[in-house]
C-alpha cells in the first residue's frame, strides 16, 4: 500500500463537462528515488481540455490536469544526487515508465508501453496521477528535469510539453537543416514554439492558420516568414509545391489534402495534433508526390533535457497569459475557442494557496 502522507490541493474535473473545481487529495510520502516540489507554474495544454471532457475516451475523474510543471524542490529521497531542495526544476508529460525494454533503454520513454502520465494514470503503486494544477507534485527522479537558470519559470514552463512535442520530431524527421521552408500548421500553444525552433534552426517558416487574425504578429512578433490563411483557395494555390515539411499542431478533425498539397515532392507531413476523430488520409496526393505523413508523441527525458538547454542557449521561451488559478475554467473554454496569445501559464505558487 501506498503511503499517501503528503496532503496536497488543486483544481479537479469531476465529470465530461470539464469544469474545475478545488479538489483536496493526498501524494505518496518522498521514497528513496523521489523529488517532491513544490509547484510555481503550469502551463495549460489542449490536452488538459481533451482530457478534463474526456474527448479521448480514457479519462478517469477526478482528474487534475497540468503537464508543464515548474517548481522548487522541498524534498529529496536518499539515492537522489542529482537535484537539491530549492533547486528550480521541471515536470513534463510523463512521470514515469519501465526502465528496462529495449525502447526505455534508447531514451524513448515516451514510447514505452509501461509509460505513466503526469495525470490521469495508474501510477506504478497502484494510485492515480494527479497533475500541475496542484500545490505540490512527487515524482521520481528520473522524470524530474534541471530548469536552465537563464529561463524564466513562467514563460519557460509550456517548453515541457508543447516545447519538446514539436522539437522532438523536428530533430527525428530532419527538420533542421538551415533554408529548408517548414509550414506549421495551427498556431497556438505548440505551432508558436515550432514557429521559434523553426527560426533558431535557420529554415524558412511559414504559418497555416485558419483566419488572418494572428498574420501581423506571427510575423513580426513569432519571426515567421509567411502567413497562409487556410480558407483562402487562392492563396493556397500560390503556395502549392513549396514546402518540404509541415509540422500539423491542430486540435481538431480538419483536411489532409490541402496540407498535402503544399508539400513539394518527398515532403513531410508531422501530425502531432491529437484530434477526438481520425482524419482522412488522401491516398492520390502520397503516392504521386512520394510524400510521407509521419506521427510523434512528446520526447524522451533525456531529450527534453536537450530541448530545454537548447531553449536557454536561444532565448527561446512560451509567449504566455499569466492566469490565476480561479480563472482556469474562463481560460478552458478561451482554449476551445483558440483565444490566447499562445499559452496560458497559472501562477499556481501565488494564486492556488490564497484560495
Ligand atoms: P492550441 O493552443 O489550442 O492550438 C491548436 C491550434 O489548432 C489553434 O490555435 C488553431 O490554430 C488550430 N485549430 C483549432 N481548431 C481548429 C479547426 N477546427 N480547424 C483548423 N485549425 C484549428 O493547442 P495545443 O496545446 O497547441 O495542442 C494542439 C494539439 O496537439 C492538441 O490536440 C493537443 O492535444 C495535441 N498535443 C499533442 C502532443 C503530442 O505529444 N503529440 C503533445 C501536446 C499536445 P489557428 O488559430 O492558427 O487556426
Ligand atoms: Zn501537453
Ligand atoms: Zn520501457
Not at 236 to 265: N, R, S, Y
Request: hydrophobic residues 40%.
Amino acid at each position: 500500500m501506498a503511503n499517501l502522507s503528503q496532503k496536497a490541493f488543486g483544481w479537479a474535473a469531476t465529470d465530461t463537462s470539464g469544469v474545475l473545481s478545488p479538489f483536496h487529495f493526498s501524494r505518496r510520502e518522498n521514497g528513496a528515488d523521489d523529488v517532491t516540489i513544490k509547484i510555481l507554474y503550469c502551463g495549460i495544454c489542449h490536452s488538459d481540455l481533451h482530457t478534463a471532457k474526456n474527448e479521448w475516451g480514457f479519462t478517469k475523474y477526478p482528474v487534475v490536469p497540468g503537464h508543464e510543471i515548474v517548481g522548487l524542490v522541498t524534498k529529496t529521497g536518499s539515492n537522489v544526487e542529482s537535484f537539491k531542495v530549492g533547486d528550480r526544476v521541471g515536470v513534463g508529460v510523463l512521470v514515469g515508465s519501465c526502465r528496462t525494454c529495449d525502447i526505455c533503454q534508447q531514451d524513448l520513454e515516451n514510447y514505452c508501453r509501461k509509460m505513466i502520465f503526469t495525470y490521469n494514470s495508474t501510477d506504478k503503486d497502484g494510485t492515480r496521477t494527479y497533475g500541475g494544477y496542484s500545490d505540490i507534485i512527487v515524482v521520481d527522479q528520473h522524470f524530474v528535469l534541471r530548469f536552465p537558470d537563464n529561463l524564466p519559470s513562467d514563460a519557460g514552463a509550456p517548453l515541457l510539453c508543447a516545447g519538446i512535442t514539436v522539437y522532438s520530431p523536428m530533430k527525428y524527421y530532419g527538420m533542421t537543416e538551415p533554408g529548408k521552408h517548414l509550414g506549421v500548421a495551427g498556431l497556438g500553444g505548440l505551432g508558436h514554439v515550432a514557429v521559434k525552433f523553426g527560426k533558431a534552426f535557420g529554415l524558412k517558416v511559414t504559418v497555416i492558420s485558419t483566419s488572418p487574425k494572428k498574420e501581423a504578429e506571427a510575423i513580426n512578433k513569432l519571426g515567421a516568414d509567411a502567413f497562409l490563411v487556410s480558407s483562402d483557395p487562392v492563396q493556397l494555390k500560390a503556395a502549392m509545391g513549396t514546402m518540404d515539411f509541415i509540422i500539423d499542431t491542430i486540435a481538431a478533425v480538419h483536411p489532409l489534402a490541402p496540407l498535402l498539397d503544399l508539400l513539394k515532392m518527398n515532403g513531410k507531413l508531422v501530425t502531432v495534433g491529437l484530434p477526438d476523430k481520425p482524419l482522412e488520409l488522401p491516398i492520390f496526393p502520397l503516392v504521386l508526390g512520394r510524400k510521407l505523413v509521419g506521427g510523434s508523441d512528446i520526447g524522451g527525458m533525456k531529450e527534453t533535457q536537450e530541448m530545454l538547454d537548447f531553449c536557454g542557449k536561444h532565448g527561446i521561451t512560451a509567449d504566455i497569459e499569466l492566469i490565476r488559478m480561479d480563472y482556469i475554467n474562463t481560460a478552458l473554454e478561451r482554449v476551445s475557442k483558440s483565444d490566447v496569445r499562445y499559452r496560458f501559464v497559472i501562477d499556481v505558487g501565488n494564486s492556488l494557496a490564497s484560495l
